[in-house]
């Protein structure tokens, strides 16, 4: 079994994405093509520019009775620690050494050639040649004029007349040879500009008869090689850009990424690592899941998927050595959802990192919106959303103002849903027990190691901490909260109740529970919404974080705060000034700690409250006092409750 997948061009003979038509139908244009000609591979980094240059070479090039000599050029090996002046120089020198080795033509003869390459490039070409060859081309070209050799052609002119005969010199000693087939490799890894000035340089000195270039190089690089020439590119300015490239290039050829069959090389290479047996590359229903959730995320690009195979890889046998019977029990169960949630943090780490401060992504709400800052949407923007399938949730409609923040998550919030949905309904659908929250966050703490991230680690979970304890404790002494009626006086019949799913307690020592909301469906009872608990330790001290919502009454279907009332503004800031005296207790500074405010549906809330250790958080005081600020905290929104209004009249 293999660990990895090599991120290496694939061999002539490799055809896993099913790109052999691509390149059958190049062949056969190349074959019957007329030169010069210019034929550019478009396509971002890692889409497969080199295996498809591979397949041609192999073919036209080394294949018995193959109609053309070839020479290939890595540009970015020649240019690898070398200025721009040098890596032209040392590319343009490889190039004609290439050919002129073909061609069998002495020193003599190749030295007078590169003379020629410093009468095109002046006095810096001559000057580098010499410090890297010992040549002075400098006192080569005067001897040269001296000796009566022509001086009335441009440098350009001559060049290109000597390299058109030690084109036909090398294919008469090479009988059946069509031509020379050129292909140029790396250049979108070199500076733009220079690769800019690489194509100009090709253009005007090897436009002859019988060659044939094939270059690996996007239209985005040109365009930001253009930049120091023509600017940034605009709709006025856009022409110029086009027509540089439509006068370098004669056939552009987009690699067709979008049409990549992925199948057989992702389920193949996931099962090469371990990470799927073979009864389960033959399930259907998985593979297809693998595969959307491929698609939606890194794509088709094969040096994503490689690097996504490579990281699940070094995932499983990680939990292989730290997990227990039961944790491989869970893995076997969820590979698919793992799968997932690192093509997340591979493709979108900015929502893989919202994913590990909030995992239960169903309940993003306000609080979440107010953590993240996130944006308001645009006026009828919400009910666009609304009209989408992707984005009619709540949660989605969340999300949408997450990738909103960023040109290149906006751009792709339709796939991320697309993975969060189908995880959501995944783990509904098979988990009894957990929430979808938890099996998020239990499986992201597998995925951990292979997260890329310039903060700094957090500080580790207290030592000699009993984690099954410690969310038992939580249940039923802190959030159980004994005697909770009681505390909201006589109006308040208790029907909220502390609850979780949650059956372990996880990274960070998180866990979450839910307050159902504290009403019953009598019209006159405080209510004070709808509570989210989160207890963590943030690496040097225990926090507890409590989120919530206030719409008047339950459901906020039927009511709503009517805060264009004209007289709301003194009991809304008595309101607001009573809640952060309930904190109080806590020593939670209004000022600082506290986090409230008002849209045009509902006030939104949270607190974060320390406390010292696990004994405090369960002890009798601490629920006690938590219970009776929350207590305060819904009588202080109970003063708003005359301001309600009927959502629908």
Excluded at 479 to 502: H, N, P, R, V
Excluded at 505 to 519: D, E, G, Q, R
Excluded at 553 to 582: G, H, M, V, W
Aim: net charge negative; with cysteine.
């Amino acid at each position: 079994m293999n660990t990895n997948v090599v991120d290496q061009p694939a061999k002539a003979d490799e055809d896993r994405l099913h790109m052999g038509a691509y390149a059958d139908a190049l062949v056969e244009f190349i074959q019957n093509a007329q030169s010069p000609l210019t034929i550019a591979l478009q396509g971002e980094w890692g889409s497969g520019k080199t295996s498809l240059m591979n397949a041609l070479k192999a073919r036209l090039v080394d294949a018995g009775e193959a109609p053309y000599l070839g020479v290939w050029i890595n540009t970015w090996q020649y240019a690898l620690m070398s200025n721009p002046d040098e890596a032209i120089l040392n590319i343009l020198s490889g190039i004609i050494g290439q050919v002129s080795s073909i061609a069998k033509t002495s020193d003599e003869e190749r030295t007078r050639l590169l003379c020629r390459i410093a009468r095109v490039g002046g006095g810096v070409v001559s000057d580098i040649f010499k410090k890297y060859s010992g040549v002075d081309l400098e006192k080569n070209v005067k001897e040269w004029s001296a000796n009566g050799n022509d001086v009335t052609k441009s440098g350009v002119e001559d060049l290109k007349d000597k390299l058109a005969k030690l084109v036909n010199d090398a294919l008469q000693k090479a009988p059946g040879k069509h031509g020379f087939l050129f292909f140029i490799d790396d250049l979108d890894r070199i500076d733009p500009p220079v690769a800019v000035q690489i194509l100009e340089l090709l253009k005007n000195i090897f436009d002859i008869p019988h060659c044939i270039f094939v270059l690996a190089i996007d239209y985005g690089v040109v365009v930001k090689g253009l930049k120091p020439k023509f600017g940034e590119m605009t709709a006025a300015n856009e022409r110029e850009f086009r027509s540089f490239f439509d006068k370098i290039i004669q056939l552009p050829f987009s690699m067709p990424v979008a049409n990549y069959t992925i199948d057989d090389f992702l389920m193949g290479s996931l099962v090469e690592i371990g990470y799927l047996d073979a009864k389960e590359k033959g399930d259907k229903s998985l593979c297809e899941a693998i595969t959307a959730y491929a698609l939606d995320s890194v794509g088709t690009n094969p040096r994503s998927l490689k690097r996504l195979i490579n990281y699940l890889s070094l995932i499983k046998l990680v939990i292989a050595r730290t997990t227990d019977k039961q944790d491989d029990a869970d893995f076997a169960k969820w590979k698919d959802v793992l799968f997932a949630l690192v093509s997340l943090q591979i493709q979108y780490p900015k929502v893989y990192d919202a994913l590990l401060a909030e995992p239960n992504f169903p309940n993003w709400g306000e609080a979440f919106a107010q953590r993240e800052d996130l944006p308001a949407l645009a006026t009828g923007e919400a009910e666009k959303l609304k009209a989408m399938t992707e984005f009619d949730e709540p949660w989605e409609q969340m999300l949408f103002r997450f990738c909103s923040r960023d040109t290149f998550l906006k751009a792709r919030a339709l796939n991320i849903s697309r993975i969060l949905n189908r995880i959501k309904t995944r783990v509904a659908a098979a988990n009894q027990n957990e929430t979808v929250g938890e099996t998020v966050e239990w499986l992201m703490r597998l995925s951990a190691v292979t997260n890329v991230k310039s903060e700094p680690a957090q500080a580790a979970t207290p030592e000699n901490f009993s984690k099954s304890q410690y969310l038992k404790d939580l249940r039923d002494k802190t959030l159980g909260m004994k005697g909770l009626k009681k505390g909201f006086g006589a109006d308040f019949d208790g029907a909220g109740a502390i609850t979780s799913e949650q059956s372990k307690v996880v990274s960070n020592l998180a866990a979450t529970f839910w307050m159902s909301p504290l009403s019953g469906i009598a019209e006159n009872r405080n209510y004070l919404g709808l509570l989210t608990f989160r207890v963590f330790h943030d690496g040097s001290s225990f926090q507890l974080k409590i989120w919530g919502e206030f719409w008047g009454n339950t459901p906020k279907e039927r009511f709503r705060i009517d805060f264009a009332a004209s007289d709301i503004q003194t009991d809304l800031a008595a309101a607001e000034a009573a809640y952060c005296a309930a904190w109080a207790p806590f020593a939670v500074s209004a000022a600082v700690d506290k986090n409230i405010g008002h849209r045009p549906e509902n006030i939104w809330w949270n607190i974060t409250v320390p406390f010292k250790d696990h004994d405090e958080l369960v002890s009798d005081a601490f629920s006690e006092k938590l219970r009776g600020s929350l207590a305060a905290v819904a009588n202080a929104f109970a003063s708003l409750l005359k301001y309600r209004v009927p959502v629908n009249p």
